[in-house]
């Protein structure tokens, strides 16, 4: 069945409104029951204690708020505790106790209603920011049709003859190779090929791209982009578990459980504090008891003590900011491996970039054909289409397009080796075919007169012998020339370009974007020493890479970010962080992202030293009431959270983008 015949059988459904991200019911998270259970209660002792009910009826429901807002804390502070660290968590508990234990029972059951609810609001947080994540992988269709070769056999564009067979499947039991069916107004339910059909698809989610994008036979397409008013056959070329979305929840979420050095620092001297802080709260309950002072009041002003001068807020201070930060990026594209690169990624101050597949669209076009010798152009341009083919460089697909284009023969080659930043070798019709950087050969008049017009020389030998040169050239991407002034700016210094183009082309493209540090004819070893040097100067680099051969130079970067779609898997792999969408206007938007985060981190820990500080003068100089203390605890950790939560909002990026840093 052609896709003309599916139209006219389906009735064009109109496009299917973008589905909103599933967000965590509060009550849905067993933390917010329970402290809503122990509010509540709370709540219901205070009123029957206000209306001179019987002590027994507010007692009981005081212990109630106690147990259910105290419990799961000290279960897992006893549980820490086998594993001999003092949780923060169980010191709130003991204090609450103690404060009943002197006749405070109001004023432990608040401690524990407001623990209970600055717990509950750090779960809800942490979902949130789970929720803006996951709700990509939303985008993804439970089900797809999936066509299986009916009794006819093959036949058709697609290998069908009308009869095939479709069922219903869910979508993560798609096989690479199978063939699904995507009907207008579906969403796409993998990443795949169009082997019949034409349609436009909304693919922002993905590419970012604002309008539809036209697809025909042999064009990719990816798993939850809305297809718009054509039928689509489409074989599935990835695992479901590998699409493009699937890999940005993966790669999101594995960053989430990630700690930064500032949180892994927090942490290290937080079981140190504690022991400190109970030693403290020993002496200040023993030295008064030894010098007179009554039981209930030295015991009242040690639990006080423990309170305000617990880290809670110290220990939520960094993470928040971080993780926010990630979700943030990954919903716009930018996949941080972890919330250490997060906080990396704002210390660069030199950045090195690729030029191929970096700064240009990467798909760069054959404009010259110069044969030497007896060669035809024809010949030359197919010999080296056939040596080329098995390649992924970008210089290397250009090469075959245009063969293809020219309706040429390519012959098969065998014995395919590949240099990274040299080039390809394979034997073609019994000879020799090198295609490749020209090298020796660089001083040819053919070789010269191109690199002189900013084009990239491509050297043909055949049997170690010349047999011409094509000219090459790629398109600078729209976002270059903004983002390499975006990136001097917040680091104060112009980027690098390292390239293993020629200098000529490099130094072309460098005015286009307005770079003045230009090295070209880098081998990729000369790359990674390239950055090394850089970092030998002082310098934190953010190394900016698509290909197998910027892998050594992001490995030996500060950090290094890979282009997601253009990117290599090398490279992909070697990379911190990864630009899905290939927009280079990210890479600037992520840094000051990151340098917003690590402001709020600055932020919140002066707001948590600030309000233990003054709430331990005040209660060691003074008359603290515990009531107050435990307002002024909780409401700092409350206040030190939600500060952190800020960087999930789309304002945040947009600030970002706009490189705003404050």
Same mark, same amino acid.
């Given at each position: 069945?052609?896709?003309?015949?599916? &139209?006219?059988?389906?009735?064009?459904?109109?496009?299917?409104?973008?589905?909103?991200?599933?967000?965590?019911?509060?009550?849905?998270?067993?933390?917010?029951?329970?402290?809503?259970?122990?509010?509540? %209660?709370?709540?219901?002792?205070?009123?029957?204690?206000?209306? *001179? %009910?019987?002590?027994?009826?507010?007692?009981?429901?005081?212990?109630?708020?106690?147990? +259910?807002?105290?419990?799961?804390?000290?279960?897992?502070?006893?549980?820490?505790?086998?594993?001999?660290?003092?949780?923060?968590?169980?010191?709130?508990?003991?204090?609450?106790?103690?404060?009943?234990?002197?006749?405070?029972?109001?004023?432990?059951?608040?401690?524990?209603?407001?623990?209970?609810?600055?717990?509950?609001?750090?779960?809800?947080?942490?979902?949130?920011?789970?929720?803006?994540?996951?709700?990509?992988?939303?985008? +993804?269709?439970?089900?797809?049709?999936?066509?299986? +070769?009916?009794?006819?056999?093959?036949?058709?564009?697609?290998?069908?003859?009308?009869?095939?067979?479709?069922?219903?499947?869910?979508?993560?039991?798609?096989?690479?190779?199978?063939?699904?069916?995507?009907?207008?107004?579906?969403?796409?339910?993998?990443?795949?090929?169009? @082997?019949?059909?034409?349609?436009?698809?909304?693919?922002?989610?993905?590419? *970012?791209?604002?309008?539809?994008? %036209?697809?025909?036979?042999?064009?990719?397409?990816?798993?939850?982009?809305?297809?718009?008013?054509?039928?689509?056959?489409?074989?599935?070329?990835?695992?479901?578990?590998?699409?493009?979305?699937?890999?940005?929840?993966?790669?999101?979420?594995?960053?989430?459980?990630?700690?930064?050095?500032?949180?892994?620092?927090?942490?290290?001297?937080?079981?140190?504090?504690?022991?400190?802080?109970?030693?403290?709260?020993?002496?200040?309950?023993?030295?008064?008891?030894?010098?007179? %002072?009554?039981?209930?009041?030295?015991?009242?002003?040690?639990?006080?003590?423990?309170?305000?001068?617990?880290?809670?807020?110290?220990?939520?201070? &960094?993470?928040?900011?971080?993780?926010?930060?990630?979700?943030?990026?990954?919903?716009?594209?930018?996949?941080?491996?972890?919330?250490?690169?997060?906080?990396?990624?704002?210390?660069?101050?030199?950045?090195?970039?690729?030029?191929?597949?970096?700064?240009?669209?990467?798909?760069?076009?054959?404009?010259?054909?110069?044969?030497?010798?007896?060669?035809? /152009?024809?010949?030359?341009?197919?010999?080296?289409?056939?040596?080329?083919?098995?390649?992924?460089?970008? @210089?290397?697909?250009?090469?075959?397009?245009?063969?293809?284009?020219?309706?040429?023969?390519?012959?098969?080659? &065998?014995?395919?080796? +590949?240099?990274?930043?040299?080039?390809?070798?394979?034997?073609?019709?019994?000879?020799?075919?090198?295609?490749?950087?020209?090298?020796?050969?660089?001083?040819?008049?053919?070789?010269?007169?191109?690199?002189?017009? *900013?084009?990239?020389?491509?050297?043909?030998?055949?049997?170690?012998?010349?047999?011409?040169?094509?000219?090459?050239?790629?398109?600078?991407?729209?976002?270059?020339?903004?983002?390499?002034?975006?990136?001097?700016?917040?680091? /104060?210094?112009?980027?690098?370009?390292?390239?293993?183009?020629?200098?000529?082309?490099?130094?072309?493209?460098?005015?286009?974007?307005?770079?003045?540090?230009?090295?070209?004819?880098?081998?990729?070893?000369?790359?990674?020493?390239?950055?090394?040097?850089?970092?030998?100067?002082?310098?934190?680099?953010?190394?900016?890479?698509?290909?197998?051969?910027?892998?050594?130079?992001?490995? /030996?970067?500060? &950090?290094?970010?890979?282009?997601?779609?253009?990117?290599?898997?090398?490279?992909?792999?070697?990379?911190?962080?990864?630009?899905?969408?290939?927009?280079?206007?990210?890479?600037?938007?992520?840094?000051?992202?990151?340098?917003?985060?690590?402001?709020?981190?600055?932020?919140?820990?002066?707001?948590?030293?600030?309000?233990?500080?003054?709430?331990?003068?005040?209660?060691?100089?003074?008359?603290?009431?515990?009531?107050?203390?435990?307002?002024?605890?909780?409401?700092?950790?409350?206040?030190?959270?939600?500060?952190?939560?800020?960087?999930?909002?789309?304002?945040?990026?947009?600030?970002?983008?706009?490189?705003?840093?404050?």
């Amino acid at each position: 069945m052609s896709a003309t015949t599916l &139209t006219r059988a389906t009735a064009p459904a109109p496009p299917a409104p973008p589905s909103r991200p599933r967000r965590t019911r509060v009550f849905a998270l067993p933390e917010a029951r329970w402290a809503a259970g122990s509010l509540a %209660a709370f709540l219901a002792a205070l009123a029957l204690q206000f209306c *001179g %009910a019987p002590g027994w009826a507010s007692a009981t429901l005081y212990a109630a708020a106690y147990a +259910a807002g105290g419990w799961e804390p000290a279960l897992a502070g006893l549980r820490a505790l086998r594993e001999r660290t003092l949780d923060v968590d169980l010191l709130m508990v003991v204090a609450a106790l103690g404060a009943a234990a002197i006749g405070q029972v109001l004023d432990g059951a608040l401690l524990i209603v407001i623990f209970a609810t600055s717990g509950a609001l750090e779960a809800l947080a942490t979902a949130r920011t789970a929720d803006s994540v996951r709700g990509l992988l939303d985008l +993804a269709p439970a089900t797809a049709t999936r066509l299986r +070769a009916g009794p006819g056999g093959p036949g058709g564009v697609d290998g069908s003859d009308g009869s095939d067979a479709e069922e219903s499947v869910p979508t993560a039991e798609l096989a690479v190779g199978d063939t699904v069916l995507v009907r207008p107004g579906e969403r796409i339910g993998a990443d795949g090929r169009v @082997l019949d059909g034409a349609s436009d698809v909304d693919q922002a989610t993905i590419t *970012g791209e604002p309008l539809p994008a %036209a697809k025909r036979p042999g064009d990719q397409v990816f798993a939850g982009t809305l297809n718009g008013a054509g039928v689509l056959r489409v074989r599935v070329e990835r695992d479901p578990a590998d699409t493009v979305i699937a890999r940005i929840v993966a790669m999101v979420e594995e960053a989430s459980e990630t700690k930064a050095p500032t949180q892994l620092f927090v942490e290290k001297i937080e079981q140190r504090y504690a022991a400190v802080l109970v030693a403290a709260t020993l002496l200040l309950f023993a030295v008064p008891l030894a010098l007179g %002072a009554g039981t209930a009041d030295a015991l009242l002003r040690a639990m006080t003590f423990m309170i305000v001068a617990s880290p809670c807020a110290v220990v939520l201070a &960094t993470m928040p900011p971080l993780l926010s930060a990630i979700a943030n990026a990954g919903r716009h594209g930018v996949l941080v491996k972890s919330a250490v690169v997060m906080e990396r990624l704002g210390q660069a101050d030199a950045v090195a970039l690729d030029k191929t597949g970096t700064l240009t669209e990467g798909t760069p076009r054959v404009t010259e054909v110069h044969p030497l010798g007896a060669t035809t /152009a024809g010949e030359l341009l197919a010999l080296a289409a056939a040596a080329e083919h098995p390649s992924e460089h970008p @210089l290397a697909r250009a090469v075959v397009a245009a063969a293809r284009e020219r309706g040429l023969a390519v012959p098969p080659a &065998t014995d395919f080796t +590949a240099t990274p930043g040299v080039g390809v070798r394979a034997v073609v019709d019994g000879a020799v075919v090198a295609v490749g950087a020209p090298g020796p050969y660089r001083d040819h008049p053919a070789v010269t007169a191109l690199e002189e017009d *900013g084009r990239t020389a491509v050297l043909v030998l055949r049997d170690g012998e010349p047999a011409g040169v094509l000219g090459l050239a790629d398109r600078p991407r729209a976002q270059a020339a903004g983002a390499v002034r975006a990136l001097a700016a917040l680091t /104060a210094r112009p980027p690098v370009l390292l390239t293993g183009d020629n200098p000529r082309a490099a130094a072309r493209l460098a005015a286009d974007v307005g770079l003045t540090d230009v090295r070209g004819g880098l081998l990729p070893h000369e790359k990674a020493a390239a950055v090394q040097d850089l970092a030998a100067a002082g310098r934190r680099v953010l190394m900016v890479g698509d290909g197998v051969n910027d892998a050594p130079a992001l490995a /030996a970067a500060h &950090t290094g970010v890979a282009m997601g779609r253009a990117g290599s898997d090398l490279a992909l792999e070697t990379a911190d962080a990864v630009l899905v969408r290939d927009e280079l206007a990210a890479v600037p938007a992520v840094v000051a992202l990151s340098r917003r985060a690590r402001r709020l981190v600055v932020q919140n820990l002066v707001i948590a030293g600030t309000a233990i500080t003054l709430l331990v003068v005040w209660d060691l100089a003074g008359t603290l009431p515990l009531p107050l203390g435990v307002a002024g605890h909780e409401g700092s950790t409350v206040i030190v959270g939600l500060n952190g939560l800020r960087l999930l909002r789309e304002r945040a990026w947009r600030r970002a983008l706009g490189n705003e840093e404050g």
